[in-house]
């Protein structure tokens, strides 16, 4: 059993941690190869539909629950995802990014060793006094936020942070929940003091990798964006996905539903037996 670092609050105030993860099958393997164009956060909510099999007492747990979730516990749970498909071992390539140097640089870790910070004492509002005097009632973005703002952070980053703040903000003095407009004209000390607030509450999911570059030797660090990058190794492999589904359909003579619906590994295990099976019939010619 595993438990979210954060954790979802039902509408009757239930805390929801402990959850069970499935496995990607083939069948969500060619969804996402697809969807080349669909926004990550809204992939994120159908894939978690999808594989999560159980949260607290959510079974199924349906999208508008995977789409609730904090912004770290979807990571979180991509990050599982991401080792339960391919395996403890991420390896990653970036350019080093001093001008006289721009040589690529290779790195690799393990998903156990990323940093996850859980939250000791999780609540769906947190209250706050700022350095003004002005006291604020916050709550934690979520894939809800996310999927809302997309379009516009694709457009005007600035504009759609003032929107997630907006609306992560329940309430700011005594006039109760913002408008946008209050929000924009916050002084930036203040906006910039509300944000570290909801940062030391919020559970954390490290993404940002440090690697030295062999050629000069200098400390590379970089943004690891777990569900860019996951998806980005799905639609890499997705032609494997179909070569798999014809080499068993040649082979055993199963239908293109019973294959999809195998995990990846599953399908590897039978290519396994299948090349070791051909190698001793020809040994033996």
Known sequence: ??????G????????HREFELGT???????????????????????VLSRCLRRLGT????????????LVADRQYLMLRLRQATFGDLV??????????CGERVAVDFTVPDVPVEA?????????ATLSDGTAITFRLPTGADQEELSACLAVNEAEALTALLTRCLVRLGDQGTPDEDRVAALPAAIRAEIEDRMRAVAPKVEQTLEAACTECGRTVAASFDIQQFFFGELRTDA???????HYLAFHYHWSENEIMAMTRGRRQTYID???DEIEVLNGGA
């Open 119 to 127: 939250v000791a004492e999780p609540a769906p509002s947190y209250e």
């Open 58 to 69: 959510f079974a199924p747990v349906p999208p508008e629950v995977t789409r609730q979730l």
């Open 24 to 46: 990607l099958t083939g069948r969500e393997e060619e969804l996402l190869a697809r969807k080349t164009s669909a926004r990550p956060a809204a992939l994120v909510t159908e």
């Open 239 to 245: 032609r494997a996905l179909y070569q798999d589904v």
């Open 1 to 6: 059993m595993d438990v979210l670092p954060g």
């Open 8 to 15: 979802y609050f039902d509408p009757a105030g239930g805390l």
């Open 273 to 275: 037996v299948l090349a």
């Open 91 to 100: 390896r990653a390539n970036l350019c080093c990014p001093w001008p006289e």
